[in-house]
Nanobody
């Protein structure tokens, strides 16, 4: 069974940092693009950052450029999201998901293609 599990969320002060992890089980992560998405209550889930299967291409939402870094370690079947200079409006539940290689990472992050196997999410709260 394909499964993605997020971890690493928590409470952090504005300006602080967190690193989220997305671990895969039941499938080979290197066969998929992986994306990080976030969602606040009552709002649609939006793409934060997506990374190609090899890690050679990445894309970021404008709101997180220059602050967040996505990376992956296919040997460990894990994708990371390093979040720096966190702001209060980064407070959300963060999810990872996969898309097949027939899609582009840009389409994946824009959710104009099927994105599947959502994890359960990890809460990030930025507050003083």
């Amino acid at each position: 069974q394909l499964q993605l599990v997020e971890s690493g969320g928590g409470l952090v002060q504005p300006g602080g940092s967190l690193r989220l992890s997305c671990a895969a089980s039941g499938f080979t992560l290197s066969n998929y693009h992986i994306g990080w998405f976030r969602q606040a209550p009552g709002k649609e889930r939006e793409g934060v950052s997506c990374i190609s299967s090899s890690g050679g291409s990445v894309t970021y939402a404008d709101s997180v450029k220059e602050r967040f870094i996505i990376s992956r370690n296919n040997a460990k079947d894990t994708v990371y999201l390093e979040m720096n200079s966190l702001k209060s409006n980064d407070t959300d539940s963060y999810y990872c998901a996969e898309a097949t290689l027939r899609n582009t990472i840009h389409a994946m992050c824009a959710r104009t293609v099927v994105v599947s196997d959502w994890g359960q999410g990890t809460q990030v709260t930025v507050s003083s």
